[in-house]
Nanobody, 122 residues
């Protein structure tokens, strides 16, 4: 059974950056597509990025975010990272990582973490 734990969320000023971590226990994350979602108060949870299994290619559905998000992974530590740059107040949300067998663009995942809070405010 794959278990995911996110960390790295924090209070940060506008323009700042954060690196979120998604640490997995159990099977290797290279066997799964790993997605990152965010959910702001009163809004639906949306997928912001996904790292494809094996190939490691990145899928970021919102073109306006592609210059501000970077995905990477540490295979040895079974961890996927989401680097957030030039943060804006509208980036404030709970960020979740998820893993599954479906292709990134489907947004379907079988395993979810508990989330980490990102707050962007001066």
């Amino acid at each position: 059974q794959l278990q995911l734990v996110e960390s790295g969320g924090d209070l940060v000023q506008p323009g700042g950056s954060l690196r979120l971590s998604c640490v997995a226990s159990g099977p290797s994350l290279t066997n799964y597509h790993v997605g990152w979602f965010r959910e702001a108060p009163g809004k639906a949870r949306i997928q912001v990025a996904c790292l494809s299994s094996h190939s490691g290619t990145t899928y970021i559905p919102d073109a306006s975010m592609r210059t501000r998000l970077t995905l990477s992974r540490d295979i040895a530590n079974n961890t996927v990272y989401l680097q957030l740059e030039s943060l804006k107040s509208e980036d404030s949300a709970v960020y979740y990582c998820a893993a599954g067998d479906f292709a990134c663009h489907t947004g379907k995942y079988d395993y979810w973490g508990q989330g980490t809070q990102v707050t962007v405010s001066s």
